[in-house]
């Protein structure tokens, strides 16, 4: 298994040597913090940023949001910066930019594997594209905010994103009964990422109990992955109740 990992100071030196990077502030940030060295001052609306500015936006927590808005500027970076770099009159810059991934970012990826991504990437719609954020909530350990992960669902969503062989490719209804209005997105998300067939999903009043509906491969592989119920069916379906819900007791 390939793996990245990187830092706000080796992704700065990367938006400079891409000359800078375009990105659209959707509110104003101010703050300062003389103690570590933090000064962010960024108006909103699209805009030229170096790439300090760039680290400032994405440290930034100061709002609504806090880490959750981080991860979600963190995401809107990255995929602005594979833009970039996948535009032609940015090409040159590859081997440059490149080499300075190897210094300042650690990966297990050749520059011709870093490459050939960027050339993938090229062709493939926004709207193939996807996201999530593993269910979390915000807490503190003295007085650092910090973002705990659902133990429960990061050992499941681990193993859809990283089994070592290719799931069933059979039909996937999810039927989210967890009460919880965005919890399809996450679900949907790990479940498409990891390469599921999931066509369809849809929203039922709240069930106490997780249930996986049919007798296909894929049907035996979820239940196996969430240590759910099974019954016999027509159609494959994975349905998430509120003992499964993001934060439950």
Do not use: C
């Not at 679900?187 to 990422?193: D, K, P, T």
Request: zero cysteines.
């Amino acid at each position: 298994m390939q793996s990245w990992r990187y830092s706000l100071e080796g992704a700065a030196k990367i938006v400079d040597a891409m000359g800078g990077l375009d990105v659209n502030v959707g509110e104003a940030m101010d703050y300062d913090d003389n103690s570590g060295d933090l000064h962010i001052h960024l108006k909103s609306g699209l805009q030229h940023l170096t790439g300090s500015q760039v680290a400032g936006y994405v440290r930034f927590r100061h709002d609504p949001a806090s880490d959750f808005g981080r991860v979600k500027r963190q995401q809107q970076v990255l995929k602005l910066m594979i833009d970039q770099l996948s535009e032609p009159q940015n090409w040159a810059k590859l081997p440059h930019i490149l080499a300075l991934a190897h210094t300042e970012i650690n990966t297990t990826l050749s520059n011709q594997q870093l490459a050939s991504l960027l050339t993938l990437y090229r062709n493939v719609p926004d709207d193939n594209v996807r996201s999530f954020t593993l269910p979390s909530r915000a807490g503190w350990v003295g007085d650092a905010s910090v973002v705990f992960a659902d133990q429960r669902w990061a050992k499941p969503i681990g193993a859809l994103l990283f089994g070592r062989s290719d799931p069933p490719q059979d039909e996937v209804l999810v039927v989210n009964a967890t009460g919880s209005a965005t919890f399809d997105r996450t679900l949907v998300g790990a479940l498409r990422g990891a390469g599921w067939n999931v066509p369809t999903f849809l929203d039922e009043r709240t069930k106490r109990t997780s249930l996986v509906v049919g007798v296909s491969p894929a049907a035996t592989t979820l239940a196996k992955t969430f240590a759910t119920a099974t019954r016999p069916g027509s159609r494959t379906a994975l349905v998430i109740g509120t003992d499964l819900a993001p934060d439950a007791e």
